[in-house]
Structure formats: C-alpha cells, structure tokens
C-alpha cells in the first residue's frame, strides 16, 4: 500500500482513532521511511507523539514540517507546547511570539503566553478582568465548546450533556480552583467547560484522568462509533485554544489521583464521572476522600439511577450521608434536564475514610446489570 501513501495514512488513522496507536505508528513509520517528507503523515505522527508525552519525537517531527513550511502557524503552535511541557521556557516563549507574528489573533499562543507571564509576576498580555468582582462581566463560552454541543460526532448523551457542561462551567467559576481534578474524560466536553471556566478565572489547571480506550459507543443500543480516546481529546482542547489550561493523564485514578495530589495539593474542585459500578465509584473518589481539605467540591454525574441505569454515583452519595462522612459533608443530589443527575459535596469537616461496598450490593449491581442488558 506505501504506493498509495494517502490511503495507507487514512488506515493509519483508523488505528489511532481505534485505540490501536503502535499499529498507526508503525504505518506512518514505514510511510517517512519511504517518503521523509510527507507531511500530511509527519505531522499526523508529531501530534501522536505529544499526546502521549513523547516530547522530543514531536519536536523532531515538527521541525522537519517547518523547515519546508516555515510559515506553519498551527505547526508553530504545536512546537511552543512541547518545549512548554519540557520547561524550555525561552524556546516556548520564542514559538507562541512567532505564531502571533504570523496571526496575531492566535488564541492559543495568546493564551500561553499570558499564563506564564502571570507565573512570572510579570504584566501579562492580556489584562486581567476588572467587572468580575462587581459581577458585570458576561463571558462568552468558547465557540468550541458550542460546536461540540452541536455536533452529532459529539457523543451525547455518552458524554455529558450541554446543561451538564454549563453548569460545570459556573460552578468552577464560583469556585475558582488553582487546582482542578477530573475523574473521567472521555472526549474532553466537560473538561473544556471546566478549563474555560478557569481562563476566564486568570488562574487555574485541570488535571484530568480516564483510562482513555478506544470505540466507545456514541450512545446504548446504537451500532456505530466515534473517534475516541486521549487524541481526539487533545484534538478538542487543541481546537478551543486550552491547551495550557489542561493536562490528560492515561491510567488508573486510584493510582494516578494521589500522585498528582502529591505534586499539586488538594484540589479545590472534583468533578468524578467514570465507570459508575459501585466499586469503581468507589474507588474514585476512595482515591481522593484523604486528601480533600474542608471547603473541597466535589461533583457526581449519573446519580439519579432509574434514569441512568447506574446504581453506582447515587449508592455512594446515599452511604457518605449515612455512615462515616454524615457530619463532614453537605450533599445535594440535583435532578437534570435530561432526568440523571448531578451530585454536590462540600467537604465541611474531618471524614473517617469511607469503606468499600458491601458484596451483596455489589451483587445486587450485578444482577440488575444482567437483567437491564437483556432488555430490547
């Protein structure tokens, strides 16, 4: 197939899009073997290597691109974040000052550069918003974020819906977290309203973990899959010009949580919308409960169970009033438009840990999950 190079690439996409990344790696490998400078295909594989955290790959690979194409402006971009996640601050300064010389209206550069010249102390590009305080201000929702919610490659409802996402929006904008956390991904919806949230705060990172697989079914019932995973969440970040604002971790959250806890602090807001057994519920937030400071949000999508078919986010809520957290939390249990929930917690005082489910709930899950698959 290396004599149709396009097509051989459209199978390497495939791959990637599958969730099978080495397979799409080793076509394009063998495509630039053949053709060093096809670029459709080096730059496919530069932001394959960024999304996994290959940073000197993707620099390779991106300065080969601009070598031909020195005024890539998107190319540009993608370099100054990876010398960004390197800490090579005057190379990522050098990059994001270029692409704003080739369009000085690149958000994304705009936004880069604002947020470390803020980390620096120094005067940032853009002013910081001075009607917040008085509550005049009316920011506008990324465009991005409306064409996600408008797309029918989206995913809904397998993502959460667009009333989910702007309340998400708000509630971050109340809270104004410097440190975010995300149990769940999936596509990056909820993600970039959070991220959003906290541009228009001027401070703040989301850190945001899921397992990332690949083929997710777009909805119950339905045949056909979207593209998924943690590249086309990246893709998404990327095109709503957030990329500085949100970091994807692939893995486990009980590992991953407690890690990136250690390394930023408690986060001030949590938003858990994973796999909603009831261990896995859980064991998200069991992975989180110790280091929540008084004054932590969390929020639990799903957790109405006749509408979502999950017992797993309300169970949860229902044990932490009840048993060991009843005196440390407020909890709300908020019905959606769409009828399956949105869970608040406020952590209001010391917690002794909450256990894991009983077995016989879990078989009780168990069972209800066999008899709900069966149904037409």
């Known amino acids: 197939m290396l004599n149709k190079p396009d097509k051989t690439l459209n199978v390497a996409l495939r791959c990637v899009r599958s969730g099978d990344m080495a397979a799409g790696l080793r076509i394009v490998d063998e495509l630039l073997t053949n053709d060093p400078f096809f670029l459709d295909a080096r730059g496919h594989r530069a932001w394959w290597h960024y999304s996994t955290g290959r940073y000197d790959d ?9 070598q031909v194409r020195p005024q890539d402006e998107s190319t540009t971009v993608i370099l100054g974040f990876c010398y960004m996640r390197q800490g090579r601050q005057k190379e990522t300064v050098e990059q994001f000052l270029k692409a704003l010389s080739l369009n000085p209206g690149n958000i994304e550069a705009l936004g880069a550069l604002t947020v470390m010249a803020r980390k620096e102390g120094k005067s940032p590009i853009m002013q910081p918003d001075e009607d917040w305080a008085t509550g005049r201000n009316q920011p506008v929702i990324n465009p991005h974020i409306t064409r996600m919610e408008t797309s029918r490659k ?7 819906r667009a009333e989910i996402g702007r309340f998400l929006y708000s509630l971050t904008r109340m809270i104004r977290p410097k440190f975010a956390l995300e ?12 991220a959003q949230a906290l541009e228009d705060n001027d401070q703040g990172e989301l850190h945001s973990v899921d397992l990332f697989p690949g083929g997710i079914l777009t909805a119950p019932g339905r045949a056909d899959y979207i593209e998924t995973g943690l590249v086309v969440a990246q893709e998404n970040v990327r095109s709503a010009g957030l990329m500085h604002r949100i970091t994807f971790h692939k893995g486990n959250s009980a590992t991953l949580a407690p890690e990136l806890v250690k390394q930023f602090g408690s986060p001030e807001f949590t938003f858990i ?14 992975s989180i409960q110790n280091l929540l400071a008084p004054g932590a949000v969390v929020a639990f999508h799903d957790t109405h ?25 407020e909890i709300i249990n908020l019905g959606t438009p769409e009828g399956c929930g949105l869970g608040i917690l406020q952590k209001v005082g010391d917690a002794v840990p909450l256990g894991p489910p009983m077995r016989a709930a879990r078989f009780g899950e168990w069972f209800i999950r066999r008899i709900i698959n069966r149904m037409p």
Do not use: M, V
Request: hydrophobic share 35%.
């Open 183 to 194: 149990i769940g991904s999936f596509i990056g919806y909820s993600g970039i309203c959070i």
């Open 273 to 286: 919308d994973g796999d909603h057994t009831l261990q896995s519920c859980w064991a998200d937030f069991a």
């Open 154 to 160: 989206t995913g809904f409802p397998a993502s959460c």
């Open 305 to 329: 169970p006749l509408n979502s078919s999950w017992e797993g986010p309300y169970n949860l809520l229902t044990r932490l009033k009840r048993e060991q957290w009843k005196d440390a939390c």
């Open 58 to 66: 993707a620099i390779e690979d991106l300065k080969i691109i601009l």
